[in-house]
């Protein structure tokens, strides 16, 4: 509640139960006051810090989006490689046994 409603509140209670009545239960009222001023506060500070971490976390995503732009997707398969290159002699199976059917120590 802003403090002109709880002005007007305490001023109806106070003409509805008059001065000795009112003066009973001022001490309630002013804690009353009092609590309501503190959440108010932070209520302030609180849509603050929102405001703050939702501007950070912004800032945060933006960030993140150009590092992820930044990684390459995959290979370019546009070039033949060298390895393709250089393999492209037959490949003769023969030449890894010797006379007797056995694979060769030494290639």
């Not at 002109?4 to 008059?18: A, F, H, P, R, V």
């Not at 370019?76 to 002699?89: A, G, L, V, Y």
Request: proline share 3%; aromatic share 6%.
């Amino acid at each position: 509640m802003k403090e002109e409603d709880i002005k007007q509140i305490t001023d109806s209670i106070k003409e509805k139960l008059g001065e000795e009545s009112y003066a009973t239960i001022s001490d309630d009222i002013g804690v009353l006051f009092t609590k309501n001023t503190e959440v108010q506060n932070q209520i302030v500070e609180l849509n603050n810090e929102k405001d703050s971490l939702a501007e950070k976390n912004s800032k945060l995503a933006s960030a993140n989006a150009s590092l992820l732009q930044q990684i390459p997707m995959g290979l370019d398969n546009s070039k033949p490689s060298q390895i393709d290159e250089d393999n492209k002699e037959p490949f003769n199976f023969k030449s890894l046994f010797d006379e007797k059917g056995n694979f060769k120590k030494t290639l």
